[in-house]
């Protein structure tokens, strides 16, 4: 029988029971769940509503339980949720001291605690992950800054870049995901508990010291507030789903530049998988899964703003409904993080490819276009004249460099004989010396930048 | 070591084969599996590609291993997924001849099948409880139809209706989601077994056999398509979406009834949970939930959308992702429905209540305004004397009752004595007889419409 | 001052005036809501609530009210609605008989049957357009029949295909789409008028006889469910959601294949947009815009879930809403497909890529493997031994074909001279001839199939 | 004819310029982009790209022609998109020195610095609105220390509170809705321009002044990520998300409270709308359509999250599609604050009817269990009790305050007579002083931590 039926005349109905269990869910939070009980005697120790030899043996008794349930030793099964199984248990095994536990305390605040615990610690070892993910892709760049790409717009031959430039890109988009998730916990380190069910209690509990204990850097100012919002979920949710977002995006990458007209890449055996029927089969199923699982992401983002849509203050049991999007979003993550990391590693560059379409087409146009621009002709001229000299070359089958220094000149007088050095490859690429664009020396700056940046942040933990 | 693993070179990394293997989430497909690869391993028969002994050794032998993982006696675990691993133990049992299953057929046709057997399965089933719950609904209709209820637009009092009509809006409402339901079965009830990779087969399959063995309607007229869409799922999740925003409305009316300043109706106990801080709560848990769970059901159908968006043809493994939302759609409107089913029998209706707050308010303003239209006066100017009358009625603090006839002929000399009659509860939802209405005929029929549709359906096994 | 203020004692201040407007979206309507009125007008009639001599009246005022708002004659700003705005346009003309119409009618039921009367006709315009889109696709596969192309799975090359039979793949998906939205059609062709507000009424309309003007087939059972759901708009909005994903996929194709390492098809210029930088670009912006699109139209679907989820009956004002999706995705859907329809007529087909790339790899793995199968050999290991040989020719950079007939028999005896003929390109596609499968036959088959269907559609007006 | 048109040899074709014009939607940039040409017209003279009187004649046309934009006086219809419009304009001004200012600049950075620096601009007004919002629910709450209402839980009554502590639980979550805003804008304050296309410049352009010019703390590090991300509109979206589930939570408590039976609050007329059939209604439309418009922003989010997933790098023009739902937003977003301001200064609280509730029921179920803790009964214990006695209460239809003291003994002897002061609700109410509870001392301090946080806000520019 469950400890809140005092007043119910019915036992409560097998069905609806199974239905409203949290348990097979939330049984993830035990180890946040213990770790915020203990602090909560401590208040209740603090505000002597219990005495010391109380706090210290349901202390003891929760370490062991937590120990005991990560060796599978206790029986979660047909409990209604975590926080009453750990107190059952308590209960169980120290009889009426357990039972004083609940104290100045309430499930909404309990789990709200448990929650903020959980993603506090998740956002650590995810903002770790993003970091070693950085890293790969720094370390990528650094060995790789002479190799050049076609960079495209529409899926199209745009301008040549370095690759290292290319995958530095990324670099910063998961920067940004990592601050995004530094801001998250910041704004979530709030301690709710104490806020009880709904309006705070009348016995003498020092929430700013359980704050202490748990290691948040503030109390949760308004009780109501406290256990009726799930902003913080949703917040790191969506963090999530913009990283995902660029997780796709690599992804996609990296499906097209392994497709054998590109080749721009390949991966190592044991990062693809084979087919059942065609043995020849070599599939980015790695990468293809991530970008599926974005789907996931962005659907348990969208859960829980529709479960908090339009409820009334304070707690409904809707919210109940926010572990699974949490706790499965968080698992993908981490899961998608930790094999791209891998897979990152074992990816061969096909530098002869990249080079080969690289040189393709009319790389050198906007080069064109600058050289005019450099004698002072209005941009827009020179871009209708470089316009004309492609639709020249495609009319009779030639590129930028079988053209002579004459049939240049029959589009402009200004083009002189130094014109054919701004055609070659590298010269095109390296010449791009904007800060922050694909140059040799803006590049290395880059490259500096970014390691400044990993640095300053390892050194603030990643968060 | 996996079956199609004979070109690789490396042994597949740990990391890859637990991240891309799908068996934790389709072994849920096992039967399924095992049906279409009895009805595959017949096709093979009759095109004489295995003989009539390798059948029934297949055959009987696939029988034997269904029996054993619905008896839990097989080890699922460390297997890609469940199509290897049935292959994969049937070749354990019967060596060489059990390698011949797989012919004339891929993975990417086996799961198209898998997946369509298994949502015929779960749309019946599915049907099936939409039917209960309609009749319930229609049971409660007719066994309260003299009970009164305030209906609202804007949770505001707008006119008295039968608290029948209100049910049967929702019986109406089931009514369309199950033909939806009906319209998904017929589309995707079409066979894409013997398209094989994604090009067909050069050997000789029946595929018309196939599909009459399985109960299709058709097959599939092109291979590509059959192993590349997943539209049949998304219009399934699409319409579970929309039975759970009904579903979800019912619930918020419920939970609008039982809270305190309505009563309107009653849970029973053991359809409520209590609160483990105040002994006298009785929540409305079983329906928030549901209210709550409508979230995960449209971020599985948008997981599902997001994913299949700009994938090129045919298969890509990001669909390997369709499942998790596919099943735990089912399994959460299965289980909403077969709890709302219970809880509308357990639910207590307070009839006074209902008619207390039925009577409050100006709820025969609209019966005036037709008195004075039934007198000719356009509807517009009856529209505004009724509301001068309101009007004067909150400055005065009376309601329509109060007034005295010569009140009511101050504001216009049409009214006569009969106007106190058009004032009465019963007389102004009675006589709302427009077909649909809720009047007390129009009622009557509408419940024997609701009856012959659900005759008519069950005929049709609900589809 | 607007028609429904007589109780207010303040006046309505302008910044809710302009809030609560939905004039700006809901114009849109004009023409249905004339519509809907004139079958009111004729309804009232035949009730004797308004005389023959009203009736021609407000029929004819109605008439010419509709070609002034076509001829942008009538000030609509400033109103609450459409509806407001055409009976206020209405009293102003015509005076005390134009105050009749609104007898038996709410805006709730009102806007109910202009939404059905308004997406009644775009699903037959939307029918009309995939029709067409269909039959462009069919076109081209019948035009070009003996193109063969790579077939990919994971893009990656699987096994060859017909051109054809990939074009063909989207002439059933579109087919599909279009079932769906005459699904969607047949359920919502019931006609909510005289429903009121929510309760019906107790003047005399003959609701069948409305149904008959108005072309409905029904009329709807319940009052209160007729102005409170919106279910056929979601389900329009999925079906339009999952057409949207499927033009997706075909536009990401279309911009992979244009992509300069494939270069398998061209858009004619007319249909591409240059860069504003590089001269040289010629980019598939059409197909992008309508992959990016698609966001929108999951977005609106969202949406309008969102709105709906947990609403009371009967009406409530968040359904205003609504229109916005509804009208915004009606719009981008037509105009996707006006235009994709003419960019199919313009890509210019680049076969001889196509067959350059079909002939690389081991396209015929699944052909070998099923020779060996053909002589007996198990498919698991036919295709073991196959893995082997792919395995052998990538270590010494040897193709199929390139293999001696001995180095075949290393593998299996069973390797005989004939095997050179199954290597063959157009003898690997030409043999699949399973049903649905891509050989000569069974395209040929298929394309039957497809006119047939296309033909049938068509006498039943595509719906 | 299009200023990159050069290359084409057929005209482009009109439903395709149609199809891919977006000045309809981002005319609304023109400032911005004027704005963000000035900047780069200095950045050029700084260069010495342009000289100082071709800067000087530049930057006074572009001024002009901001100004007729404002007055409607330069026809932008049938333009590309807003930048197109305006350089074709400068040029149509200027001639040949209007040709220099797309030196060293393209349409992918200059979209990217317009789009900051318009949200930049929405963030700031943004955070203003939800200031003066908070200021509002502030100011309510310090007018209202005394009003007690029933706390909810589950609609249910829980436990009595303090009504401005129910508005302060508000103030809470929108202080993190503009701090999160803050994070967005801090995050998005770096200048893209000078990216080009996607690889930079050889050009001598000085970004960081450009940056200074512009505001902007800093440059972007990578050319490629400049041009190609938009996960600064994702995070302001996800945000404004946020916000809107928040504003639809307070609308549904209004919607609640101002329904028949709560008539907790009233709404002054002038906010609310009645009904055209039914003149007695008063409906709180102004709310209901905010949370409506939930709707459209959730929905808005999804759409650019489905664009932007798994497109390769860098710009595709399916990110043209991100500025509807980003325009779209904020306009929603804003005017939804804006009324929402004045509805809350024109709601009556009713008191009285509040107290009534909070009377009700078994209001101090928590505070007599509390007083079984004080004299150390265990929680548990206590609990169960209490529950006891409610169950003695509902079968004898009593109330805890009519119990006698010998009543209460007959449960647990430790209940002594001052256990009625406790039943009090003043007391109930006021007795919950645990920093952050509904106590009289603790939510005065809560009011002052309230005033100080908008102090020190206020003093930052709301940022």
Known sequence: MSLWGGRFKESIDKLVEDFTSSI???????????????????????????????????????????????????????????HMAIEEELIKRIGDIGKKLHTARSRNDQIALDERLYQRDKIKELSKLIFSFQEVLLEIAERNQEIIIPGFTHLQYAQPLLLAHYFLAYFWMFQRDRERLGDVYKRMNVMPLGSCALAGTSLPIDRKYGARLLGFSKISPNSLDAVSDRDYIIEFLASLSILMMHLSRLSEEIVIWVSPPFSFIEIRDAFTTGSSIMPQKKNPDVVELIRGKTGHIYGNLFSILTTMKALPLSYNR?????????????????????????????IKINKKRMREEAEKGFFAATDLTDYLVEKKVPFRNAHRIVGEIVKYCLEKGKSFKSLTLKEYQSFSSLFKGDIFDRLKLDRCVFSKES????????????????????????????L
Request: proline share 2%.
């Open 435 to 462: 800060p922050g664009g694909t140059g040799k020396k803006a590049l290395k700056e880059q490259i500096d930048l970014a390691k400044q940046v990993l640095k300053e942040n390892f050194r603030k933990n990643n």
């Open 318 to 346: 809707d919210m109940q409904e926010d572990k699974k999007p949490l706790f499965e979003s968080v698992d993908i993550v981490k899961g998608s993080l930790k094999i791209f990391i891998q897979l990152l590693k074992n």
């Open 24 to 82: 097979k869910v939330d049984k993830k939070l035990y180890k946040y769940d213990i770790e915020g009980s203990i602090a909560h005697t401590k208040m209740l120790l603090k505000g002597n509503i219990i005495n010391e030899e109380e706090a210290e043996k349901i202390i003891t008794t929760l370490k062991e339980i937590e120990k005991d349930i990560r060796g599978d030793k206790v029986n979660l099964l047909r409990k209604e949720d975590i």
